[in-house]
Nanobody, 126 residues
Framework: QVQLVESGGGLVQAGGSLRLSCAAS????????????MGWFRQAPGKEREFVAR????????NYADSVKGRFTISRDNAKNTVFLQMNSLKPEDTAVYYC???????????????WGQGTQVTVSS
């Protein structure tokens, strides 16, 4: 079993920053997460879950949704099995529950991700 736990959400004013963390645990054999893509998704009330960003464990491949490109940065710490999402210049429309997910597929489709965290709430006030 693989567990993903998000943290770092909260309330921030527009223009502010937050750093989300996603800690992966449960499967500790050598290089288990190598070759996987870690993704961040978000879902606001009344909206579908949308892709935000992804990264491979090597850290040499990243991808961002157009809505966050230039403002958000995804990174990872392989030794700690942790993925981060640095969110800068936050806007009210960034308000959502943010989910961490893991997939063996190079995809933005939520249905192709095998493991999900419980989510962390990000609220941006105007």
């Amino acid at each position: 079993q693989v567990q993903l736990v998000e943290s770092g959400g909260g309330l921030v004013q527009a223009g502010g920053s937050l750093r989300l963390s996603c800690a992966a645990s449960g499967r500790t054999f050598s290089n288990y997460f190598m070759g996987w893509f870690m993704g961040w998704f978000r879902q606001a009330p009344g909206k579908e879950r949308e892709f935000v960003a992804r990264i491979n464990w090597n850290g040499d491949s990243t991808n961002y949704a157009d809505s966050v490109k230039g403002r958000f940065t995804i990174s990872r710490d392989n030794a700690k099995n942790t993925v981060f999402l640095q969110m800068n210049s936050l806007k009210p429309e960034d308000t959502a529950v943010y989910y961490c997910a893991a997939s063996n597929s190079l995809t933005r489709l939520p249905e192709r991700y095998d493991y999900w965290g419980q989510g962390t709430q990000v609220t941006v006030s105007s």
